[in-house]
Structure formats: C-alpha cells, structure tokens
C-alpha cells in the first residue's frame, strides 16, 4: 500500500488550499478513507473522512470550511480547504479509515496558516 499526500503550503488566514492523496496498493474502490493532522506533541488526529460511497464526514473544528471528495476509478482523494484558520495548520495524512488496513502513514504534507 502506498498513500501520497500533496499540495499543503502556506497561506494566510482565510486562504484556500486543496490536497491530494493518491493511493496504490490497495482496493481504493471499497475503502472508506480519512484525512488526517499531526501537529507537534498532539496525536494525529482525524480531520475528515470519506465513504467509499461517497458520503463525507468532517470533525466540527472544519465542518463548512473543509470538503472532502473522491473518484474511484483514479483512486484519488481530495481535501478542499477554505477559510483556512492557524489552528488548521499542521502535517496532514490520507489513510485508510479501517486501521486493520491502514497503509504507511508516509511524509505527508505540510499546511501552514498565518495570520
């Protein structure tokens, strides 16, 4: 399984970012996936997740900011981040939701918000 986040940077507050996470290894098609943060000295939390089907799910803090999308025939996932806000900052993951299945979290990718 291999798992590959992209397209963090830095922006300023209320900036928009959209990351990326292509998958391989994996049958992409019936995983329900997640998108997730790690800041310094916190565990890494879950940000946002997605169906296999289709249907998001999102943690309050990004609720109506954040929008979470897939296309199963590419195997690709997708995190679209508005209004972007310093607590939003962070190394963010794609992974697979079941953690009996979970791929190696890799290098993600870094999301930096200044005001």
């Known amino acids: 399984v291999q798992l590959q986040a992209s397209g963090g940077g830095s922006v300023q507050v209320g900036g928009s970012l959209r990351l990326s996470c292509a998958a391989s290894?994996?049958?992409?098609?019936?995983?329900?996936m997640g998108w997730f943060r790690q800041v310094p000295g916190k565990e890494r939390m879950l940000v946002a997740h997605i169906t296999f089907g289709g249907t998001p799910g999102y943690a309050a803090p990004v609720d109506h900011r954040f929008i979470v999308t897939r296309d199963n025939a590419k195997s690709m996932m997708w995190l679209q981040m508005n209004n972007l806000k310093p607590e939003d900052s962070g190394l963010y993951f794609c992974?697979?939701?079941?953690?009996?299945?979970?791929?190696?979290w890799g290098k993600g990718t870094q999301v930096t918000v200044s005001s």
């Open positions: 290894g994996m049958v992409f098609r019936l995983s329900d």
């Open positions: 992974n697979n939701m079941n953690v009996a299945r979970r791929g190696p």
